[in-house]
């Protein structure tokens, strides 16, 4: 390896960082993952996987056993008395619980033959050697995928950038089986909840507002219709939470290192796109990686982020301004098509500027004469 002792190293061993190693593993290089913490790794998240997110598993090698995992056909909207659905232009999305997919992926890894090293910190990158625990190591490339406090962005200067959210979540399981084949998100002045179908007798609650919930329970009482639904049903889980962010940074590239999933940048899970833009990412990386210029990753990555970006800038405005989310919900459920087009760009099935020729003018017609 030219006086290296791996091609590509990888600082955090979460789903973005087993992406870029599977990836690169895919692509013929050497790699080697460290991460302070032992599989499996867990996460506070709505735990469902839409239609490109499946794919971007799919071209990992990695596949969702039926057992494992529950089966939503579309995104609901509900507040109070009003919904309104859609399904997915193509394909169905999978509900799975997270430690289940960061085991799935980590073993893809392992039988790829990337290198672990797990309760492993990394102590500092300087002059292109990485400083480990108990041992030093010279990569060709450095990838960062330490999350939103990334240490590597650090190291590597690339802290330059822009906070555009900040909200708080908490998830919790109930063993309940789905009343419906959607990922429902349910509305209020608070915030949001979110109940994603992980099994035929399992759901995944995760409720996310920009002031911190006391408890999943507690919160239950401020959407009304869901409260109802989960009455009297204990919870399967503790509760975990974790903080989400919308945040864009200048650049994600400098020398020989690479920034990956939120270490990168983030949309707030508004949107639920954060695991399908690490696994695009970490495609547009391996490209990059084989024609050794990260100068495309730079350009690919911007690419990547821009509907994720648009999407939850617009969705954090309906749940900021309850009078302009009433109007849009109204909107939505008078003319369907509307919501239909919006989740097919959520989804990549159709490009951002068809929505914004025709689902922002047409929205915003109805929003004046409504």
């Given at each position: 390896?030219?006086?290296?002792?791996?091609?590509?190293?990888?600082?955090?061993?979460?789903?973005?960082?087993?992406?870029?190693?599977?990836?690169?593993?895919?692509?013929?290089?050497?790699?080697?993952?460290?991460?302070?913490?032992?599989?499996?790794?867990?996460?506070?998240?709505?735990?469902?996987?839409?239609?490109?997110?499946?794919?971007?598993?799919?071209?990992l090698g990695v596949t969702l056993p039926d057992a494992a995992a529950g089966i939503f056909?579309?995104?609901?909207?509900?507040?109070?008395?009003?919904?309104?659905?859609?399904?997915?232009?193509?394909?169905?999305?999978?509900?799975?619980?997270?430690?289940?997919l960061h085991d799935l992926m980590r073993q893809r890894a392992e039988d790829l033959g990337?290198?672990?090293?797990?309760?492993?910190?990394?102590?500092?990158?300087?002059?292109?050697?990485?400083?480990?625990?108990?041992?030093?190591?010279?990569?060709?490339?450095?990838?960062?995928?330490?999350?939103?406090?990334?240490?590597?962005?650090?190291?590597?200067?690339?802290?330059?950038?822009?906070?555009?959210?900040?909200?708080?979540?908490?998830?919790?399981?109930?063993?309940?089986?789905?009343?419906?084949?959607?990922?429902?998100?349910?509305?209020?002045?608070?915030?949001?909840?979110?109940?994603?179908?992980?099994?035929?007798?399992?759901?995944?609650?995760?409720?996310?507002?920009?002031?911190?919930?006391?408890?999943?329970?507690?919160?239950?009482?401020?959407?009304?219709?869901?409260?109802?639904?989960?009455?009297?049903?204990?919870?399967?889980?503790?509760?975990?939470?974790?903080?989400?962010?919308?945040?864009?940074?200048?650049?994600?590239?400098?020398?020989?290192?690479?920034?990956?999933?939120?270490?990168?940048?983030?949309?707030?899970?508004?949107?639920?796109?954060?695991?399908?833009?690490?696994?695009?990412?970490?495609?547009?990386?391996?490209?990059?990686?084989?024609?050794?210029?990260?100068?495309?990753?730079?350009?690919?990555?911007?690419?990547?982020?821009?509907?994720?970006?648009?999407?939850?800038?617009?969705?954090?405005?309906?749940?900021?301004?309850?009078?302009?989310?009433?109007?849009?919900?109204?909107?939505?459920?008078?003319?369907?098509?509307?919501?239909?087009?919006?989740?097919?760009?959520?989804?990549?099935?159709?490009?951002?500027?068809?929505?914004?020729?025709?689902?922002?003018?047409?929205?915003?017609?109805?929003?004046?004469?409504?």
């Amino acid at each position: 390896m030219g006086g290296f002792d791996t091609d590509v190293f990888v600082c955090g061993g979460g789903p973005a960082g087993l992406a870029a190693a599977i990836v690169a593993r895919q692509r013929g290089f050497e790699v080697m993952v460290a991460d302070c913490f032992k599989p499996p790794i867990d996460k506070a998240c709505g735990e469902g996987l839409m239609p490109d997110s499946l794919a971007g598993l799919t071209a990992l090698g990695v596949t969702l056993p039926d057992a494992a995992a529950g089966i939503f056909k579309g995104i609901r909207f509900v507040e109070g008395q009003r919904a309104v659905e859609a399904c997915f232009p193509q394909g169905t999305g999978r509900g799975v619980r997270r430690v289940v997919l960061h085991d799935l992926m980590r073993q893809r890894a392992e039988d790829l033959g990337v290198q672990f090293h797990w309760g492993t910190q990394v102590m500092g990158v300087a002059d292109g050697v990485v400083r480990m625990d108990d041992q030093s190591v010279r990569p060709r490339w450095v990838v960062g995928a330490d999350g939103m406090n990334s240490r590597i962005r650090k190291w590597a200067a690339l802290d330059g950038g822009k906070r555009l959210s900040r909200r708080i979540g908490l998830r919790q399981h109930y063993k309940v089986p789905p009343w419906n084949d959607f990922v429902e998100v349910h509305w209020s002045d608070a915030g949001q909840a979110y109940v994603t179908p992980i099994g035929t007798n399992e759901v995944c609650v995760a409720v996310v507002g920009r002031d911190r919930f006391r408890s999943v329970e507690g919160a239950l009482s401020l959407f009304t219709e869901l409260a109802e639904r989960l009455a009297g049903v204990a919870p399967a889980s503790s509760e975990r939470g974790a903080l989400t962010t919308g945040h864009v940074y200048q650049r994600v590239t400098r020398g020989n290192t690479a920034l990956l999933g939120d270490a990168s940048g983030s949309v707030d899970a508004i949107v639920g796109d954060g695991l399908s833009l690490a696994f695009q990412q970490a495609e547009a990386l391996g490209e990059a990686l084989v024609a050794g210029d990260l100068e495309m990753y730079e350009a690919a990555h911007r690419r990547i982020r821009r509907v994720p970006t648009f999407m939850s800038q617009s969705m954090l405005l309906m749940d900021r301004y309850g009078m302009l989310r009433r109007r849009s919900l109204g909107t939505f459920s008078r003319n369907p098509w509307l919501f239909e087009r919006m989740l097919s760009v959520h989804v990549g099935a159709v490009p951002l500027r068809v929505w914004g020729r025709t689902g922002v003018l047409n929205m915003g017609v109805q929003l004046l004469t409504r």
